[in-house]
């Protein structure tokens, strides 16, 4: 069951921070999510993902990527699951929400699955001679991302006429000035929808309140300092991520990543 982890710090815009292949699933229940986006794929067999309430049955060649900090759990639905995984960071990891559409959740189909199979197996199978060399490494990452940009989930949402009209002005808002003091009333109020009304928007498309991805965005945005400032005090990296004081910003990124910012800086 092969399985490599990052074992150096994150310089490069994309990293692997765990992949692996021809991997004995076992139940898994993560009640805070993941803290980066990770990506699951059945390789033989069959398992149930469920992502906020909402139940996935991944067949051989179908996966699911996930987004940081979303409720899930998944199982095994047959005598053996062997799956293929990656999870992602990167010095720009921010930035994988945009690629893939500000999906929450995206699912692949066998089509899609055989390409992103093949390249795991490829990058698997070569893995002393490409962790030797971080730049490509980090391209074959990219290249990896890319087949979620490619969805079919994605391309349908930029044909949504209310996700067009009402989330995506709100989204772009919220990664403008996610410094600032933004809150739900007020960024309902920048395209004249109540509160209630948009964060039912924000459920339908991207499975989660505005409170939840603004916080998400600026979460996400200090791991990003936290690893590329590291002499950034925390009470700066705070105030620069839209946080109203140090001690709030410590207690919402603990409760979303399940470590403080100074152990989460450590461990990366």
């Not at 996930?66 to 720009?92: C, N, R």
């Not at 992103?116 to 197996?121: P, Q």
């Not at 705070?238 to 709030?248: C, E, L």
Request: overall charge neutral.
């Amino acid at each position: 069951m092969p399985i490599h982890f990052r074992n150096s710090p994150v310089n490069e815009p994309f990293v692997f921070e765990s992949i692996g292949n021809h991997w004995r699933q076992d139940r898994v229940l993560r009640p805070k999510g993941y803290p980066i986006y990770h990506y699951l794929q059945t390789e033989k067999g069959r398992g149930i993902v469920e992502v906020q309430g909402k139940e996935y049955v991944l067949n051989e060649g179908e996966g699911i990527l996930i987004a940081p900090f979303l409720h899930h759990s998944y199982a095994k639905d047959s005598e053996e699951w062997l799956t293929y995984f990656v999870t992602f960071t990167g010095t720009i990891d921010s930035s994988i929400g945009k690629m893939v559409g500000n999906r929450q959740v995206i699912i692949i189909e066998k089509e899609q699955g055989k390409r992103i199979g093949e390249l795991i197996d490829e990058i698997m199978e070569n893995w002393e001679v490409l962790s030797a060399d971080a730049r490509a490494l980090s391209i074959r990452c990219y290249c990896l991302l890319l087949n979620f940009t490619d969805s079919i989930y994605t391309r349908n949402l930029a044909d949504e006429p209310l996700y067009r009209r009402y989330v995506e002005p709100v989204i772009k808002e919220i990664e403008t000035n996610y410094d600032t003091e933004l809150t739900a009333q007020m960024l309902s109020g920048r395209v004249y929808v109540t509160p209630q009304y948009l964060s039912r928007l924000f459920r339908r498309f991207l499975g989660c309140s505005v409170y939840e991805y603004l916080t998400t965005y600026r979460i996400n945005r200090a791991r990003e300092l936290l690893v590329s400032n590291r002499r950034m005090e925390v009470q700066q990296i705070a105030t620069q991520t839209g946080f109203s004081d140090a001690s709030h910003f410590i207690a919402m990124f603990k409760k979303a990543t399940g470590v403080t910012p100074l152990e989460f800086r450590r461990l990366n």
